[in-house]
């Protein structure tokens, strides 16, 4: 552990986009911060583009302790996360969105065009757009103002172009879904396209959505905020984990920390704490600390998108060279159908998208044995659509621990719990057969859907409100009660519309920690 001191004015626990990007405001202000990561610093050589070392055999960054995931009929299921320094924009797809202006009123309200105050935002799209710009600038987003037909008003165009040459399959769903009257557009990336930065630009290969990007062309945190931070001066210290938050009163004082090889700990003092260790994360660590209690709603309204995809077969190899397959975004189902109907919900359905195929290997080890080798084996033949719903946030659907259950450091089990709504599954169905008919109008058979399990889109959980008996944290982001404890990540969203969370995650904690400062 490359500590120098033990007394900080800003201690920030986590280094994903809320984390980051409160560490960039506060540094840029000259204040002196301590970054704490879990994870561990990426490492950019082949492994980077190779599915088996990253995910299949020993996953180079699979962190120290599962979570505990209640699946239906009460099976407990282990899953486990990646942890790296910039949280999950490492692995992530890039794809970065601003929320629609109308999903800041809330989320929809089953069975009635309107949105749920309750989840509503307490600000409104234009207090947060100044920093939507500012996240697009400093993560370098490529895209092309105007052409998503959803897409809140901006001042500005994006400072870079997408890679305008669409791969065969992005080509073939974008002429699909012109020739059915749809608005196809070029998804906004947080992707070098044009050699910027110093840096490669990006070859456009088939192995970046849940791969590292070995020429560092992906602009993820680690590479556009973090080693930046580091050169001029923040403390980043990885493979380190915040065990607990020492309160005293309404003051956070100082945070644990241990070393997660040597299990060597620490304490550390901060005039400011700011936890921003993502929607799982942020919760588990102030309900270790004691904070909440039986009425309080740290680590309620855990959402994460009604998230899937179409598979369609085509009679041919349908990414011949190997290339970058998540380019077309499609929004004409955003705001749901003119007429709804049993079947299609009224209200919100959300964003389809272009999306690489699986891997090979991980496709065969999540495939029962005897069918490992056909499903291999088909992954080339497969164009995928992804369809994302919006999740409304309950209540019930939580992340809470079980002191029955401790890993290598004594710490209790991280449980979660999470139900979907009918209305959410119906909307995400409803995409589902959209999707499919842009496949079969691109030769394709939609030969099935799959829904996805994981929590990479997970929100909610330290909801952000006005008032203190329906909210965790402030508008600022202060957790109510508290003078100087911060949450500055995807667990503050009210909701979360029905779009790719991170630029939005980055903006919000880009405001906040303006505010703090
Ligand atoms: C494969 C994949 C693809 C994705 N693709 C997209 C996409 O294309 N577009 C998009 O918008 N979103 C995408 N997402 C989702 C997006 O990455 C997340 O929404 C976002 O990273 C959340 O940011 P965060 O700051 O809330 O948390 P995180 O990114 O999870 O960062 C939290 C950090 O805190 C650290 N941490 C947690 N607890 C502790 C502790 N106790 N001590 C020390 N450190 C701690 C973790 O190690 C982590 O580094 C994807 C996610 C995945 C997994
Ligand atoms: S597509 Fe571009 S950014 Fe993504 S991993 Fe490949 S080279 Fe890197």
């Given amino acids: 552990m490359e500590l120098k001191k033990k007394n900080y004015e800003y201690i920030i626990i986590g280094s994903g986009f809320g984390g980051a990007m409160a560490a960039y405001t506060l540094a840029q202000a000259g204040k002196e911060v301590l970054i704490i990561d879990r994870g561990k610093w990426v490492v950019r050589d082949d492994s980077c583009w190779d599915e088996v070392r990253l995910h299949v055999k020993n996953p180079m960054y699979r962190g120290e302790t599962p979570l505990y995931v209640d699946q239906k009929r009460g099976q407990i299921e282990e899953m486990w996360t990646d942890d790296t320094v910039g949280g999950m924009s490492t692995l992530y ?20 065009a309107v949105r749920d105050e309750h989840s509503a935002w307490p600000y409104k799209y234009e207090e947060l757009a100044p920093y939507y710009d500012k996240a697009e600038k400093l993560l370098g987003i490529a895209g092309i103002a105007g052409a998503d037909i959803t897409e809140p008003p901006r001042k500005t165009d994006y400072l870079h172009a997408p890679e305008k040459k669409l791969s065969t399959p992005s080509a073939k769903i974008w002429q699909a879904s012109e020739k059915l009257g749809l608005h196809p557009f070029y998804l906004p990336m947080a992707i070098n396209f044009s050699g910027k930065y110093g840096k ?38 990885d493979n380190t984990r915040a065990l607990r938050i020492n309160v005293n009163g309404s003051k956070a004082e100082s945070v644990d920390i241990i070393d997660q090889d040597s299990c060597q700990s620490v304490t550390v003092k901060g005039k400011k704490i700011i936890v921003a260790g993502g929607a799982l994360h942020s919760p588990y660590l102030l309900l270790c600390s004691g904070l909440g209690g039986d009425d309080s709603l740290i680590g309620r309204y855990l959402y994460r998108h009604a998230n899937g995809s179409v598979i369609g077969l085509f009679p041919y190899k349908t990414n011949p060279e190997k290339k970058l397959q998540k380019q077309a975004g499609i929004a004409d189902y955003y705001y749901g159908a003119v007429f709804p109907s049993k079947e299609q919900p009224i209200g919100v359905w959300g964003m389809i998208q272009d999306v690489s195929s699986i891997g090979k290997e991980v496709v065969k080890q999540n495939t029962p044995a005897g069918l490992k080798s056909i499903a291999g084996f088909l992954t ?7 369809c994302m719903a919006e999740d409304i946030p309950q209540y019930n659907n939580r992340v809470f621990i079980n002191n029955a259950k401790r890993d290598k450091f004594g710490m209790p089990g991280l449980m979660v719990y999470h139900r979907y709504l009918d209305r959410d599954l119906k909307a995400r169905k409803a995409l589902y057969k959209k999707a499919r008919r842009i496949i079969l109008k691109a030769g394709g058979l939609p030969v099935f859907s799959m829904a996805f399990n994981t929590y990479s889109h997970a929100m909610g959980t330290c909801k952000m409100g006005v008032d203190k008996n329906n909210s965790v944290v402030d508008p600022e982001c202060k957790v109510w009660g508290m003078d100087n404890l911060y949450v500055m990540d995807a667990s503050v969203m009210p909701s979360g519309g029905s779009v790719n969370p991170s630029l939005t995650i980055a903006a919000l904690s880009l405001k906040a920690s303006a505010q703090l400062v």
């Fill in 93 to 112: 797809g890039a794809v970065s969105f601003r929320l629609r202006e109308q999903d800041f009123l809330g989320a929809p309200v089953p069975g009635a």
């Fill in 200 to 237: 490669e630009k990006c070859i456009s290969c088939s192995t970046c959505d849940h791969y590292l990007c070995k020429i560092e062309a992906k602009n993820d945190l680690s590479v556009m905020i973090l080693s930046e931070l580091k050169k001029k001066g923040a403390t980043v210290i």
């Fill in 380 to 386: 080339d033949y497969f164009i995928n659509l992804q």
